[in-house]
């Protein structure tokens, strides 16, 4: 989802729920999405990436779902756990020769025990 | 393995001062970048590296400067510091350019940086 001002959307859930993060990209020349996990003071770290040619990819709890027809990204997590508690960033990039990331404003992932 | 590398974690400025954020890593990557987060946004891309030897502008290169020593390094240089900069800063890396296939960048630990 988008932020308003400097508040990042907060997801929160109980240890054991399933959590989905979700993510909407604007340029429809994205072909190549990835998800990161940012830990308190800690740099982005890599959870999965799916290409535009597949709707689905599985990871080890992890799901992402693409829907390009409505430019939509959602990140899936399976039995959460407080450890998952991070801010979520999903990013986009196109094919058309070098290519940087483009990273969404985020969104924080509460987990409570 | 270290992996990147940044310094200093903290700095404290006064508007007008000058200083360079140093990123170093360790795994042999062609491509760098200097990321900044500010609160409630995404990464903005500052500058980047595709390969030794070369730099381009990002989305935000306005105030920044940066350099590519080497392969292993590539340093970001704040000529005329502004409150307006003030942010965490990322230093990010990839084996290769960034083109669909390369997958994940790699990032440091960031530099907290406050113009006063």
């Known amino acids: 989802g988008e932020s308003v001002g400097l508040h990042l959307p907060t997801l929160s859930v109980q240890e054991g729920d399933n959590s989905i993060i979700n993510c909407a990209y604007s340029?429809?020349?994205?072909?190549?999405f990835i998800w990161y996990k940012q830990e308190s003071g800690k740099g982005p770290q890599f959870i999965i990436d799916?290409?535009?040619?597949?709707d689905k990819r599985q990871g080890q709890r992890v799901t992402v779902l693409l829907n390009k027809t409505v430019k939509h990204l959602s990140l899936q997590i399976a039995a959460t756990q407080p450890g998952d508690s991070a801010v979520y960033f999903c990013?986009?990039?196109?094919?058309?020769?070098?290519?940087?990331?483009?990273f969404g404003k985020g969104t924080m992932l509460l987990v409570s025990p | 393995n270290a992996g990147v590398t940044q310094t200093p974690k903290f700095q404290v400025l006064k508007t007008g001062q000058s200083m360079t954020l140093q990123c170093a890593q360790d795994?042999?990557?062609?491509?760098m970048y200097w990321y900044r987060q500010d609160p409630g946004m995404g990464l903005r891309l500052i500058y980047y590296?595709?390969?030794?030897?070369?730099?381009d502008k990002g989305e935000v290169p306005n105030g920044y400067n940066v350099s590519r020593l080497n392969k292993r390094e590539f340093s970001l240089r704040l000529e005329s510091a502004a409150p307006s900069q003030t942010s965490v800063y990322f230093c990010a890396s990839t084996p290769r350019e960034l083109v669909v296939s390369a997958g994940e960048l790699f990032f440091g630990e960031g530099s907290r940086l406050t113009v006063l």
């Open positions: 799916i290409r535009s040619n597949m």
């Open positions: 590296s595709a390969s030794e030897g070369t730099t």
């Open positions: 340029n429809s020349a994205s072909d190549y």
């Open positions: 795994m042999n990557h062609n491509s």
């Open positions: 990013a986009e990039t196109h094919n058309s020769g070098y290519s940087t990331l483009t």
